[in-house]
Every structure is written in structure tokens, then in C-alpha cells.
T-cell receptor, first 112, second 113 residues
Framework: DGGITQSPKYLFRKEGQNVTLSCEQN?????MYWYRQDPGQGLRLIYY???????QKGDIAEGYSVSREKKESFPLTVTSAQKNPTAFYLC???????????FGAGTRLSVL | RKEVEQDPGPFNVPEGATVAFNCTYS??????FFWYRQDCRKEPKLLMS???SGNEDGRFTAQLNRASQYISLLIRDSKLSDSATYLC??????????????FGKGTLLTVNP
């Protein structure tokens, strides 16, 4: 089945630790996105990538980093500089020429 | 005006009721509009897209008023399974050929037996 796979489903971060959230898609979509959702809030864009080896900051990029070495993969690293990382992280992808984004099942990140 | 603003809710309605969600957006150059449904602790899933004045799919009707920068979603004959948060999403040009989705905070609907 084609789709977007995020892992892990739940992740715990210790103080000062960097953690990486995985996002893989087999839809052959060009663009990929990372969003953060806090309780009672809308989704906020962290980073996005429209082609391999290129990515752009979104509205809340501070404390996060990404890479896009392969079309299928867009991992997000939450660095120790992100002081309030507890949230629901959603990855999405978009086909070329399209405007409907499809989401993975998300990763819940908490701080120990 | 906020970029995308929705009714704060929550809405509690009995089964069979008709419920309407309202959404306004600030960017008059917005290109396309969507309603996503998000179940508790799950990812958003596309419910309807709206490109012209409206769209209808069974019990669901979405309407767009570009002059007023307003989008609505109407659910008729609501079912228990319609209980979810409904997100209004607007697609706008963010510079060059880039487009950006802006999400409303969502409106929680609970349909009661």
C-alpha cells in the first residue's frame, strides 16, 4: 500500500538530547512537510522540501533541523535548542502539481 | 484578522441534526480551500476540497464566498461517527511559485445519541 510512514509513534526525549523523527513515503511525491500541533492549536509549519537536497524553513524552524537526501525520506531532528518540544509532529507529502497534502500518522514527542 | 479563523466550538449536537462550521481567511489571494477531519490523537484526513463556489458530497456541503473571504461546511443528518475536529485549511501563494497551507485551530464536534 502506498502511504506515508512516521516512526516512532511515541518518543521521549531527555534534557539536552537530540532526537530524530522518521518520515518515509512511497507515493513518489515531490514535496514533503513537517508540522507541529499543540493541544487546541492549528498545525504550524516547521520545515518543507520541494525537491531532493533542498529544504526551506517554515514558521517555527528554530530548534529543528531536516535533511532530504532521498525523495522518499525527510527526517526531522529536534535539537536540544528546542526548549519546548512536547507536541504531536505530523509529516505530510504533496504530489507535483497538486495542492492536497496527505499526512502520516504522527509522532508524539514528550520530555522526560 | 487572523490568517484562518474558525468557530471556536465545541459543538454538541444530537444525532440527525444539521451542523454548520464557519471559517474566515485574511489572504484575498488564497487559491484553494479544504476541510480536513481529525479524530482524537490521529492525523488530519481530507474531507472536502473547494475550488469554486462550492462542493457537495453526500451529507457534506462546502461553500466558498471569495468576496467575503468565508468558507463553510454543512453536515446534514449527523451521525455518531461524525464526531471529530474539523479543520479549515487555506492554500495561499507564499512567494514565487511556492504555496503554503495555513490551518485553522479546528472546531470540535460531538454528536450525541
Amino acid at each position: 500500500d502506498g502511504g506515508i510512514t512516521q516512526s516512532p509513534k511515541y518518543l521521549f526525549r531527555k534534557e539536552g538530547q537530540n532526537v530524530t523523527l522518521s518520515c518515509e513515503q512511497n507515493l513518489n511525491h515531490d514535496a514533503m512537510y513537517w508540522y507541529r500541533q499543540d493541544p487546541g492549536q492549528g498545525l504550524r509549519l516547521i520545515y518543507y522540501s520541494q525537491i531532493v537536497n533542498d529544504f526551506q524553513k517554515g514558521d517555527i524552524a528554530e530548534g529543528y533541523s531536516v535533511s532530504r537526501e532521498k525523495k522518499e525520506s525527510f527526517p526531522l531532528t529536534v535539537t536540544s535548542a528546542q526548549k519546548n518540544p512536547t507536541a504531536f509532529y505530523l509529516c505530510a507529502s504533496l504530489p507535483g502539481g497538486g495542492d492536497i497534502q496527505y499526512f502520516g500518522a504522527g509522532t508524539r514527542l514528550s520530555v522526560l | 484578522r487572523k490568517e484562518v479563523e474558525q468557530d471556536p466550538g465545541p459543538f454538541n449536537v444530537p444525532e440527525g441534526a444539521t451542523v454548520a462550521f464557519n471559517c474566515t481567511y485574511s489572504n484575498s489571494a488564497s487559491q484553494s480551500f479544504f476541510w480536513y477531519r481529525q479524530d482524537c490523537r490521529k492525523e488530519p484526513k481530507l474531507l472536502m476540497s473547494v475550488y469554486s463556489s462550492g462542493n457537495e458530497d453526500g451529507r457534506f456541503t462546502a461553500q466558498l464566498n471569495r468576496a467575503s473571504q468565508y468558507i463553510s461546511l454543512l453536515i446534514r443528518d449527523s451521525k455518531l461517527s461524525d464526531s471529530a475536529t474539523y479543520l479549515c485549511v487555506v492554500n495561499s501563494r507564499s512567494g514565487g511559485s511556492n504555496y503554503k497551507l495555513t490551518f485553522g485551530k479546528g472546531t470540535l464536534l460531538t454528536v450525541n445519541p
